[in-house]
């Protein structure tokens, strides 16, 4: 399997996944897919992500809710430790600061806005419960893929059946695509109904 884009992941899931928009991309090319390790701060105080990051398998993708955007919840320093540990990147309803640093860094995170204030480090927050993004309600071990377009959300259990039809998906896009190089038009393709 390729590296598939969130809209791949959701349309291979026959519209079951969830989706988290709203995110911005740090970079443009920003991708991810993996499993969420989840993470509940408190806005403005993020003790909860630096537990996390220590407590985090290599091979996850930290997914933090409840940050808001008055202040920054994660830096240049806590992207260089996920880095550092094989933490994959990090989706976060919440704000972050050093940009351009963490850019540099090359390191994918997703997050609402910026902000150039540092959180407190007093708590409360958690770890590996479910967490709600934008709306959306990710448990730990679903499978999350993030991109430019948006994040799909995969729950863990029905990742198996969602890979399988990825590749079948891709090359059926891919032969839709050498179609309409060809001259093809999408209406005949797809077998559209004329309009009415």
């Given at each position: 399997?390729?590296?598939?884009?969130?809209?791949?992941?959701?349309?291979?899931?026959?519209?079951?996944?969830?989706?988290?928009?709203?995110?911005?991309?740090?970079?443009?090319?920003?991708?991810?897919?993996?499993?969420?390790?989840?993470?509940?701060?408190?806005?403005?105080?993020?003790?909860?992500?630096?537990?996390?990051?220590?407590?985090?398998?290599?091979?996850?993708?930290?997914?933090?809710?409840?940050?808001?955007?008055?202040?920054?919840?994660?830096?240049?320093?806590?992207?260089?430790?996920?880095?550092?540990?094989?933490?994959?990147?990090?989706?976060?309803?919440?704000?972050?600061?050093?940009?351009?640093?963490?850019?540099?860094?090359?390191?994918?995170?997703?997050?609402?806005?910026?902000?150039?204030?540092?959180?407190?480090?007093?708590?409360?927050?958690?770890?590996?419960?479910?967490?709600?993004?934008?709306?959306?309600?990710?448990?730990?071990?679903?499978?999350?893929?993030?991109?430019?377009?948006?994040?799909?959300?995969?729950?863990?259990?029905?990742?198996?059946?969602?890979?399988?039809?990825?590749?079948?998906?891709?090359?059926?896009?891919?032969?839709?695509m050498a179609r309409i190089a060809a001259g093809e038009t999408t209406v005949d393709i797809y077998g559209l109904k004329e309009l009415s």
């Amino acid at each position: 399997m390729s590296n598939p884009g969130s809209a791949i992941v959701w349309s291979a899931s026959g519209g079951t996944a969830a989706v988290i928009n709203g995110l911005e991309a740090v970079y443009p090319e920003a991708y991810v897919l993996g499993p969420a390790y989840t993470v509940e701060v408190a806005p403005g105080d993020n003790l909860a992500l630096h537990h996390a990051i220590g407590l985090a398998p290599a091979g996850t993708v930290l997914v933090v809710g409840n940050g808001g955007q008055q202040t920054a919840h994660l830096g240049d320093i806590l992207a260089q430790a996920c880095s550092e540990r094989g933490i994959l990147g990090v989706i976060i309803d919440g704000a972050i600061r050093d940009r351009p640093e963490i850019v540099k860094q090359q390191f994918p995170v997703f997050h609402v806005g910026t902000s150039p204030a540092g959180p407190a480090k007093d708590g409360p927050g958690a770890v590996e419960r479910p967490v709600v993004v934008r709306g959306t309600r990710v448990e730990p071990g679903d499978i999350v893929c993030a991109d430019a377009d948006g994040v799909a959300v995969v729950a863990a259990g029905d990742w198996e059946r969602v890979r399988g039809e990825i590749a079948a998906l891709e090359a059926r896009e891919a032969e839709i695509m050498a179609r309409i190089a060809a001259g093809e038009t999408t209406v005949d393709i797809y077998g559209l109904k004329e309009l009415s």
